[in-house]
């Protein structure tokens, strides 16, 4: 990959260990993907945030980065952590406590803005055909598909690389041909809620298991639908983007998707015997958009949730602030609002929890292993009438 003198310099050491390590991520990179130079990027959002699903190995290395004074070059934001704000206060061993502290600190101190939500596209929509460094599947596909910004699936390492230098290897999603789609969906099967979307993205993302679907007929196209459909395509594939709208003008291989796939693919994502009651009902994977909130609370409409069922909602603190009149009507219900983290980053066995129903596909399909939790896939407004269920 070309470095121009600057770059060669960071590369060399000129600047500090911290950028050099950086700068050699990036240069390996873009040599294995044979990328031919970096380019300048508008933000970068890094995962690998919450100490559940990162453990002690990398704590050393962020230590090594903030002594070394590393520091963000461009806006960068994190992905959320194992422990929310205020709920989860003793609630776990001491040890984890402060161990999420200490990296949540280190990022800090980086200048990575503590945000701690898989959307930040809430807070800050990134201008059309920006270059990103974004890490967070459910963000890079959402990024690449729906809001129309270039970036590639990052790791932890790349995207905190990608901040500290403010670019990326010019590669894979970051060129227009390769964001073309590779494979025409078509959809026999009825798609009546955000539910459906996820199945079926669950479904694609298995059959394909990588390249770019184009999905024909795909209505209404509410964002938060797309939301759900990209974040589980994602999760059983390797796919970063998916089309919709105007057909493609190439003869691309076809697929079809019948009812009955999809029907199956949503009862499987359901784990847990028919008569089983969930412990916790999970809301916003990923973090509720504002809509999603004002249809949460139209639905309760101002009802109590049976005391012996959980519900979560999970959103940012960006969205809580912008929500409030609403959050303090689901509040009042029993509900709990929880910002930083989700279900599926923190310990919920340690709460007691064994059953989870979501609205998320993504969720479905990664508690049984992430959360040693038996799941309930059903869509939202089935999830909140059993939270009220007496
Ligand atoms: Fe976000 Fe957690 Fe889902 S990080 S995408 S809510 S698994």
Redesign the pocket.
Known sequence: MYLTREEERILDGERGWAEQICMQILAKLGDLFGANQLIPIASAHISGVSYKTLGDAPIEFLKALTENNAKAKVNATL??SSIGQMLFQNKFPKKFHARQKTILELFQKMHVKPVL???PYYIEKPALNAHLAWA?S?AAIYANSVLKAWTNREGSPSALAAAIIGKTPDYGFHQAENRKATTLVKIEAKLRSEADYGALGILVGKKLQSGIPFFQGLKPLENDCLKQLG?ALASTGNINMFHYGQMPKEEIEKMVITQKELEQTAKNLSTAGSETKPDLVFI????CSLNEIKQIAQILNGQTINDSIRLWI?TSRHIKQRAAPYIEAIQKTGASIITDT????TWTHILGINTIMTN?A??AY?APTLNKAQTIFAPLEECLKTALQP
């Open positions: 992905n959320p939500t898989c959307t967070e459910s974040a916003g994977c990923p973090h999970c989700c279900a599926v980053v998320s993504k969720t990664y």
